[in-house]
């Protein structure tokens, strides 16, 4: 039988603040066991949390960035639960008044949009870890870290909107795209920045009804992702298949065995006791502050890509491609308005910078301190003026990166100037057809080919510099005096 | 001067410490020497401090208002390496590694903490005979209790071990132990001081509330320790009460109304008490107040609107002693047997009650017929006393409906207990501010108590009619002091 996948995915974005969500412990990354802890976020005695308003200004920038609606007025939640990593032994979260409903996340291309509509997005405080158990002396102990607790998520619901995996992969590139794109979350799912649950259930092509749906949990790759929901799906259709019922349950993903195990079943489930969180009154955005935050928005990439195409007559290719990250984007805009021609523009940024930022390993923004858009800029209107062969541009290019200077200038400095002078590229040619007799014979015995070899010669000489249009001429001319005396 | 040391106000030791007259070494040996002729017979204490935890590198108040000042905290609120059981095995032994704002600020101002002082578990109950470590006693009468839950810190001011003491409030815990031990007792406005450091109970309720001789040393602690704290996102806004502004002389209730309840005052209410009330009444409008009868609802669905909110957020509260990271640890096979075996072993039957109680009223299918409804209730209550204060200044019913009771004679009948709350509970429910004042003796000798409800953030308004009572009915200095039993 036919089945059609519905798929939604809850994802937690790790906000990328610089302390945690109600404490003033450094929000980082890794880092000595329980040393970025504090009274509040190891939930001690009396210990009491005040909320991090710029966590809370991140959820209503992605909110904004969603088409979504940002409630003037929300209320945080406790979900309570024994967890011996939640030292409170409950998660301050939000339920029923969410920051953020409603929305999309586009998930399609500049030229072909895909809205996959979102329920919510609110905020809430990350776990700490517990490491596996291990013998320390006579003992298995399971040792508890506690530097991630409160740390800030924004957990993102999308409605089961989704129909297979590829757009799961595609909701989640796009997600990380964002988030990136709006400054906050580093996006790194291997880091944990993003984490997925997905929630999958099929029912027969043309079914409205939905079936009965699994979750699976612990998805920490783009591609996991992928390859869990392509597992279960083809778990479901088995037993859908063999007349077997789906029963509701939460799965687990091995990502190294790249297989499903089952962790509870619904009988199983929480009952999880929300309350308005007491300690925290209502999470209040007043009109003045959503609209900084409206005005402060930036233009988003598919947007940003639509406009290169259109303004800048850019090919979906290349729009998509510059409009991976902001920063990217904005090296190319800037790069543009400081006279770079927009094709070359893309084309350079395409090929050589991001080669070379693979192959040296750095970062955009240290690229940039290196070959700002301006000098960028005017590079790529002397190459593109036709006064440099594209070695010539290239060798500029990598010498424009080494040391500072104006693209004119350094090209003086190192010859990166084409020659063109007729008396000097004679002299050259002279040498080249003494130095190649047999070649220069073959030519006066009629084989015209000979001639791309001697002006490859010549362009050796003058280390790519000579003129290859000029090259060409003197070389027949120095060949022409050497036939006519026979 | 004849009268001793321990029987002098806060502001006159504060005073003359200040001035240099008085050796803080003088103040706080008098008070010990009382502590420990009185601790055989009341056991007010959990900790005492031999010569006092001191101010320690804190820095000093711009003035200074409770200089050298010998005060006794409930064991609820946090001190940094002193011990804070909560009067609970399951913290047994627990030492916080900070102080809460409160005591923060008595140490800016000078004071200096003589001990931690006994309470009912967690601060659950109006007896202290649920405290884990046994029971306090009414100096009064041994028999009796001195009221709770802060029952500890009343005997203490009560003896005078210390001039003045911090309790903790939820429904009536400061107010009623200090109708029962001739004290006044402040419930301040919820938000008032700060709550950081005080270990939860029922947040939405709970208050750090003062035991005082005087009007004028009760006011006197308020203004050292309110003012906004950014620690607690619950805390007013705005500066601490200005202790020199206000006036506290003969005149000090002329002009104010005080409404009259007198449905309250119906049955069930003990003759001496009704006596207390009538004698306050009569006393305030010899002062130059106005008596005027008001309506309210009756108090019956305050208790039970109570025991729904407050146990529903003292099951999640309390779910952190678990044993996992501080506190009581049992021995356990696993960690669901941690937590059950540390719990069992750890909570009193009162506390259990409590948590299983709430947990039942936030469970799934109950929440909106429980947890909803009472909050529904909690508004409607807060409505009708904020009407009932329309056109007056302050309320003046009882504090409890009888003098102090016989140990042992309620520790059976939990809503007989929880009855004692009948009339403190709705300034919790409804967050304003209340002052319990001594209102007489009953002919066996035991104190009674009346109280004074205002708007929020006028506890200077309760502060006024309490000193207008003392210029009519007493001089707190010659006040009825215990007899120790032989």
């Known amino acids: 039988m036919a089945y059609e996948t519905v798929l939604g995915l809850e994802v937690h974005i790790q906000l990328d603040t610089a302390s945690k969500l109600f404490c003033a412990c450094p929000n980082e990354f890794a880092g000595e066991p329980n040393t970025r802890v504090c009274p509040v976020c190891l939930g001690l005695p009396g210990a009491l949390p005040t909320l991090n308003e710029g966590a809370a200004a991140m959820v209503a920038r992605l909110g904004l960035a969603l ?318 003026g036709g006064t440099l062969s594209s070695k010539l541009a290239r060798d500029l290019f990598a010498r424009m990166i080494e040391e500072p200077g104006d693209p004119a200038e350094l090209a003086k400095k190192h010859g990166l100037v084409q020659e063109s002078d007729t008396g000097a590229l004679l002299a050259v040619a002279e040498q080249v057809l003494d130095a190649n007799p047999s070649v220069v014979a073959d030519f006066l015995g009629g084989k015209e080919k000979a001639l791309t070899f001697l002006v490859g010669q010549l362009m050796k000489q003058t280390k790519g510099r000579a003129n290859p249009a000029v090259a060409q001429d003197v070389l027949k001319e120095a060949l022409g005096r050497r036939a006519a005396p026979r | 001067m004849s009268r001793p040391l321990w029987q002098e106000s806060a502001g006159t030791i504060a005073e003359r410490v200040e001035s240099g007259a008085l050796a803080v070494d003088d103040v706080v040996r008098a008070h010990e020497e009382v502590a420990e002729a009185w601790e055989p017979h009341v056991h007010a204490y959990l900790t005492r401090v031999k010569g006092g935890i001191r101010p320690n590198g804190e820095a000093p108040a711009k003035r200074k208002l409770l200089s050298g000042v010998p005060v006794a905290i409930k064991d609820n609120l946090c001190t940094q390496g002193v011990a804070t059981t909560c009067g609970s095995r399951i913290l047994e032994g627990y030492v916080p590694p900070y102080d809460a704002t409160v005591v923060k600020r008595l140490k800016a101002h000078g004071a200096v903490i003589v001990g931690k002082t006994n309470l009912d578990e967690f601060a659950m109950g109006s007896s202290t005979e649920n405290s884990g470590f046994g029971t306090s006693r009414n100096p009064y009468d041994v028999t009796r209790v001195p009221g709770g839950s802060s029952g500890g810190s009343a005997v203490a001011v009560a003896t005078g071990s210390a001039a003045v003491a911090l309790g903790s409030e939820t429904g009536g815990s400061v107010r009623q132990p200090a109708s029962f031990t001739n004290l006044l007792g402040l419930k301040p406005t919820y938000g008032r001081l700060s709550r950081y450091g005080l270990v939860a109970f029922a947040s939405s309720m709970d208050q750090v509330g003062i035991f005082s001789r005087s009007a004028s040393d009760g006011a006197r602690v308020l203004a050292a320790l309110s003012g906004h704290d950014p620690l607690d996102a619950t805390s007013l806004p705005g500066p601490a009460l200005d202790f020199d502004a206000l006036d506290l002389g003969e005149g000090a209730a002329r002009g104010l109304t005080v409404g009259v309840p007198r449905a309250l005052l119906g049955e069930g209410l003990d003759d001496d008490v009704a006596e207390g009330q009538r004698i306050v009444e009569a006393a305030l409008q010899a002062a130059g107040a106005t008596v005027r009868e008001v309506t309210l609802l009756p108090p019956s669905s305050w208790v039970a609107t109570y025991y729904l909110l407050a146990t529903a957020e003292a099951s999640s509260n309390l779910a952190r002693f678990d044993g996992v990271r501080y506190g009581l640890r049992a021995p356990a096979k696993n960690v669901l047997d941690l937590y059950r075996e540390t719990r069992e072993a750890g909570f009193g039957a009162e506390v259990k009650r409590r948590i299983l109680l709430g947990t039942y009223a936030l469970s799934a299918g109950y929440y909106d017929a429980y947890y909803g409804k009472a909050q529904k209730a909690r508004r409607r209550i807060q409505e009708d006393l904020l009407a009932a204060l329309e056109g007056c200044d302050a309320l003046l019913f009882p504090t409890a409906p009888t003098p102090a009771f016989k140990i042992g004679e309620k520790a059976d009948d939990p809503l007989a207990m929880y009855l004692s709350d009948i009339f403190t509970i709705g300034a919790n429910l409804a967050g304003l501010p209340a002052l319990s004042v001594p209102a007489g003796f009953t002919g066996g000798g035991l104190p009674v108590g009346v109280q004074f409800t205002a708007r929020a953030a006028r506890e200077d308004l309760l502060y006024r009619l309490a000193a207008a009572l003392e210029h009519q009915l007493s001089d707190p200095l010659e006040r009825r002091w215990p007899t120790k039993p032989s």
């Open chain 1, 67 to 384: 088409g979504s609606t940002v409630h003037a007025r929300s209320i945080f939640a406790r979900k309570n639960y024994f967890y011996p990593d939640m030292p409170k032994n409950y998660q301050i979260s939000q339920y029923d008044a969410p920051i953020v409903t409603g929305g999309a996340l586009d998930i399609g291309s500049s030229t072909e949009p895909r809205l996959i509509p979102i329920t919510r997005v609110h905020l809430e405080e990350d776990t700490g870890k517990s490491a596996h158990p291990e013998k320390h002396g006579d003992r298995e102990e399971t040792r508890l870290d506690f530097n991630r607790c409160g740390v800030p998520l924004a957990e993102m619901v999308s409605e089961p909107a989704l129909r297979s995996p590829d757009e799961a992969f595609a909701y989640l590139t796009a997600l990380r795209r964002l988030v990136r794109w709006l400054g906050i979350s580093d996006g790194d799912m291997e880091k944990g920045s993003l984490r997925c649950d997905a929630n999958v259930s099929l029912r027969p092509v043309g079914a409205t009804a939905f079936g009965t749906r699994s979750e699976i949990k612990n998805l920490n790759s783009i591609a996991g992702v992928r390859n869990a929901i392509a597992a279960e799906v083809e778990r479901q259709a088995a037993l859908l298949d063999k007349g077997e019922k789906i029963v509701q349950a939460t799965l687990l993903w091995d990502q190294d065995k790249e297989r499903l195990q089952v962790m509870r079943t619904k009988e199983e489930a929480h009952d999880y006791r929300y309350f308005p969180e007491p300690d925290l009154p209502p999470l209040e955005f007043s009109a003045a502050a959503l609209a900084l935050e409206t005005k402060n928005l930036p233009e988003l990439p598919l947007a940003r890509a639509r406009r290169f195409e259109a303004s800048l007559g850019l090919s979906a290719y290349d729009a998509d491609l510059l409009t991976d990250s902001r920063d990217l984007a904005e090296y190319f805009e800037e790069t543009v308005s400081a006279g770079g021609p927009a094709k070359a523009a893309a084309n350079w940024i395409g090929n050589d910078v991001l080669r070379t930022l693979k192959e040296t390993g750095g970062t955009l923004a240290a690229f940039r301190e290196s070959l700002p858009p301006k000098r960028f800029g005017a590079f790529l209107a002397l190459a593109s």
